[in-house]
């Protein structure tokens, strides 16, 4: 049974920062793409960032790109979202995601989701 479990979320004033942490269980890790959308509310799911199972290749939206770093620790299981910079409309509940695929931003195309962490930016 795939567990995706996220922590990290709060309360952050603007230009302030986060670090978001996925702790993923019942999967092989390594194989898997692992990333992060978000959903504020009133709006759809969208794509945040991903990451390859080596680590080495990362894919941003725009929106977050220079500001957001995601890694992940393959030895513990663990992928991260560092989130610099936030602004109010950073204001979502995150998600972590698992798939065996790079290079979708859909979230129809993940197979796995976590159950979400609050991200609230104070302006």
């Known amino acids: 049974q795939v567990q995706l479990v996220e922590s990290g979320g709060g309360l952050v004033q603007a230009g302030g920062s986060l670090r978001l942490t996925c702790a993923a269980s019942?999967?092989?890790?390594?194989?898997?793409?692992m990333g992060w959308f978000r959903q504020a509310p009133g709006k759809e799911r969208e794509f945040v960032a991903a990451?390859?199972?080596?680590?080495?290749?990362?894919d941003y939206a725009d929106s977050v790109k220079g500001r957001f770093t995601v890694s992940r620790y393959n030895a513990k299981n663990t992928v991260y979202l560092q989130t610099n910079s936030l602004k109010s409309e950073d204001t979502a509940v995150y998600y972590c995601?698992?798939?065996?695929?790079?290079?979708?931003?859909?979230?129809?195309?993940?197979?796995?989701w976590g159950q979400g962490t609050q991200v609230t930016v104070s302006s």
């Open positions: 990451v390859i199972g080596s680590g080495r290749v990362t």
């Open positions: 019942g999967l092989a890790f390594s194989n898997y793409v």
């Open positions: 995601v698992a798939d065996p695929v790079f290079g979708r931003r859909g979230p129809t195309a993940y197979k796995y």
